[in-house]
């Protein structure tokens, strides 16, 4: 298993929030990206039994793959009521991305919320590799 | 990129059509607003849109424009049925974002020494915030019904009266809903989500009229001043968020396959006589549905408050609906474009429809005078009341503008109010405000905010709407 760092800074938009995540694979990119999320949305100092969740999104290309990735992580949260604290990817190319993760209950009591993120959008979406990292920046819908 | 802005007049500017743009720019500003505007990319998203297949006219910004993603919030553009597009984006994530007035018979000096009381009691009474969970408990098959009937499900579950629907824009109902498109997921983030505020710039306000600007239309609209009014600002929850990401997402893929050719993903679209086209606008009206439900639902919840915090009985309250507005939609409409009249699909992002006097639209209430135009300020300065105007049907396809407008970003707030107490700062000004989210009250703090009374004036003065009452908050929640 890759380590995880959260390796992000928050991107100034005047009506929204964006992201900018780095990351030396591009699996560890999409992992760091989920959790980057996380954190800018939830403050979770307390995690307790967690489950796996598998999840399986096809894209047109990784720009894409990321909105609909990221998309699947905040469906968790907004749908089902859980929090990604761990995101494991298996497998991905240009298409397709195997991934798993794994979520805990989401408890107002406990876990406080910082910001609501509507959405992901795909304005000004980036993935892309520099020099030796990778990089992306994503603009949530807040 | 630079983009070039020629003056027409005092309140109007064009960008002229260069590169793939297929129609020109206009621009609603003044020469102070144009600064703001000018400093970040909201022009050239004005730009963008105008590339888009079937724009008629002008790409439009209204004075209270700001950077979105794709659409710039604050924007208007109308596209022919048989040759133009569709955008989710253009009509926003959060779909009938909208704000809705209650008047009451209660003057400000009556209950000003409750307002504190009346705040923390609206506050546990009425959901707010990320997660909250709504008063109504919905299962799917009911769901399916919210979003189909929209306001008259409420009105019908016993959540205010039967005229309240025709002092709402389309009685509360968009025709042509069909939940049969939507996805799991939207009914899932539906279903607990009724009769919640939300978070981020959604509020309730109990206001005070504060001014009067035009005698004959406060007296149509029932307002008079020193009166006490409640202010409403909420949409489609996550039902309607879901809905505009299931379909970006879908339109992406149509973009490919049509190859257009878009300067911003977030601008995808799909013909709107294509089937993908179609089922938007049956899923968009689920979500606009849902959101005048969830409006009239609030407002309900607001009614059993006041009479319970303030013991006083409906009659002495008369609490009633004076309007409710979108400002995030996309419709089917009429209009009539040098000289010819035609069938457009107009979005307005950020923008709220303004009819003019003797519109066949309009209920009789509001014939002689126009559509009650709702225009939230920030929770520091001032809310409007305005009348549509003709120049909104010759120049904007009936369109105004719908708030202030950021201009300030969340960490540019958050920076200018370190070390202070907004909380404080405002009840020094006699506003009580509650909200959940720590952050909130710095982010949404009055600086943030454009000054709204200077968007008004434009709007006034540019003949598109017309000022009619001015309102100060006097207690506030937030999510």
Not at chain 2, 43 to 70: C, E, F, K
Not at chain 2, 119 to 132: H, Q, R, W
Not at chain 2, 254 to 272: G, K
Not at chain 2, 326 to 341: F, L, M, P, S, Y
Request: hydrophobic letters at 40%; one cysteine or more; charged letters at 25%.
């Amino acid at each position: 298993m890759r380590e995880k760092r959260l390796d992000y800074k928050v991107l100034d938009h005047t009506a929204d929030l964006g992201m900018i995540v780095c990351a030396e694979t591009l699996e560890g990119l999409f992992e760091s990206a989920a959790l980057s999320m996380i954190h800018i949305m939830l403050k979770v100092e307390q995690t307790g039994p967690s489950s796996i969740t598998p999840l399986s999104i096809e894209g047109q290309d990784l720009a894409d793959l990321m909105v609909r990735w990221l998309g699947e992580v905040l469906y968790l949260f907004e749908g089902e009521r859980v929090i990604t604290v761990d995101a494991n990817v298996q497998s991905l190319s240009g298409h397709h991305l195997e991934a798993s993760v794994s979520t805990i209950p989401f408890d107002p009591q406990v876990h406080e919320v910082l910001y609501e993120i509507k959405a992901v959008t795909y304005h000004q979406i980036e993935v892309l590799k520099k020099n030796s990292h990778w990089k992306t920046r994503v603009v949530f819908d807040l | 990129m630079d983009i070039k802005l020629k003056k027409l007049d005092e309140f109007r500017w064009i960008i002229p059509k260069t590169g793939a743009m297929r129609v020109p720019g206009l621009i609603f500003s003044s020469p102070q607003l144009l600064e703001a505007i000018k400093q970040e990319q909201s022009l050239v998203q004005v730009s963008n849109v105008a590339t888009l297949p079937g724009i008629v006219r002008h790409s439009l910004a209204m004075p209270d424009i700001h950077w979105g993603y794709g659409f710039p919030i604050g924007g208007v553009a109308a596209f022919e049925e048989n040759e133009g597009i569709i955008s989710p984006g253009g009509v926003g994530y959060d779909i009938n974002c909208g704000c809705r007035i209650m008047t009451t018979s209660l003057r400000a000096d009556q209950i000003r020494p409750m307002i504190k009381d009346l705040v923390a009691a609206l506050f546990i009474n009425i959901p707010t915030g990320v997660g909250s969970a709504g008063t109504v408990r919905l299962t799917k098959s009911e769901e399916a019904k919210v979003a189909v009937e929209g306001a008259s499900w409420a009105v019908k579950k016993g959540f205010g009266q039967a005229e309240d629907l025709e002092r709402t824009e389309d009685h509360g109902t968009i025709p042509g809903a069909d939940p049969s498109v939507l996805s799991d997921k939207a009914f899932k983030r539906g279903l607990d989500q009724l009769g919640t505020l939300g978070s981020g710039n959604h509020f309730l306000e109990i206001q005070v009229v504060d001014e009067i600007y035009d005698q004959e239309r406060a007296r149509a609209f029932g307002l008079f001043e020193g009166q006490i009014t409640v202010m409403i600002h909420s949409g489609s929850r996550g039902f309607g968020h879901q809905i505009c990401d299931d379909f970006l997402k879908k339109m992406a893929r149509e973009v490919q396959a049509q190859r257009f050719q878009l300067p911003d993903r977030q601008l995808a679209c799909a013909y709107i006589k294509s089937d993908l086209g179609q089922r938007y606008l049956a899923a968009m009206a689920c979500a606009a549905n849902y959101a005048w439900a969830n409006r009239q639902i609030l407002m309900h919840l607001a009614h059993e408050t006041f009479l319970k915090a303030l013991s006083i009985s409906p009659s002495e309250l008369n609490m009633k609906l004076l309007y409710d507005v979108c400002h995030n939609i996309a419709k089917i409409e009429r209009h009539t474009v040098d000289g010819q009249e035609l069938t457009v699909c107009v979005h307005r992002k950020g923008a709220t429809r303004a009819l003019p006097p003797a519109h066949p639209l309009l209920p009789d209430i509001y014939k002689a005078v126009g559509q009650p135009v709702l225009i939230p300020g920030d929770m520091g300065t001032y809310s409007f009341v305005l009348a549509g105007a003709e120049g909104a049907l010759r120049e904007t396809f009936a369109s105004s503008c719908h708030g202030a407008g950021r201009v300030l970003s969340r960490s540019q707030a958050t920076k200018k109010a370190k070390g202070r107490a907004i909380h404080r700062e405002l009840e020094d000004k006699g506003i009580f405000v509650q909200s959940r989210g720590k952050k909130t009250l710095k982010e949404e703090m009055p600086e943030a905010y454009k000054d709204v009374s200077a968007v008004v004036e434009v709007v006034h003065r540019a003949g598109l709407a017309c000022k009619v009452a001015r309102m100060r908050p006097l207690g506030v929640i937030k999510g």
